[in-house]
């Protein structure tokens, strides 16, 4: 088992910077890749940013020169540096680790509005 805790969500300006962040615990040895999925208001789940093991990442088209996803395998933890943030990119923001099976985490709301 893996539990996932995200953190550091929150309301933003329109270009303003938000860092989340994601703890991991249990069977961590199991997770060969973690990523940040995203779940707007009336929208399916997309991916954000994942990022693998070995620290091989890929990102969403959308976020691509504003999103930064970050792992620190000594602490067992993954980053999303989020800057310039557009409206468009409020969301419940979810920890997502890839090992035998899936885990969420519960997820962290992210609002962009001034």
């Known amino acids: 088992q893996v539990q996932l805790v995200e953190s550091g969500g929150g309301l933003v300006q329109p270009g303003g910077s938000l860092r989340l962040s994601c703890a991991a615990s249990?069977?961590?040895?199991?997770?060969?890749?973690m990523g940040w999925y995203r779940q707007a208001p009336g929208k399916q789940r997309e991916l954000v940013a994942r990022?693998?093991?070995?620290?091989?990442?890929n990102s969403a088209d959308s976020v691509k020169g504003r999103f930064t996803i970050s792992r620190d395998n000594a602490k067992n933890m993954m980053y999303l540096q989020m800057n310039s943030l557009k409206p468009e990119d409020t969301a419940v923001y979810y920890c997502?680790?890839?090992?035998?099976?899936?885990?969420w985490g519960q997820g962290t709301q992210v609002t962009v509005s001034s």
């Open positions: 997502n680790a890839e090992a035998t099976r899936i885990y």
């Open positions: 249990g069977s961590i040895f199991s997770i060969y890749a």
């Open positions: 990022i693998t093991s070995g620290g091989t990442t």
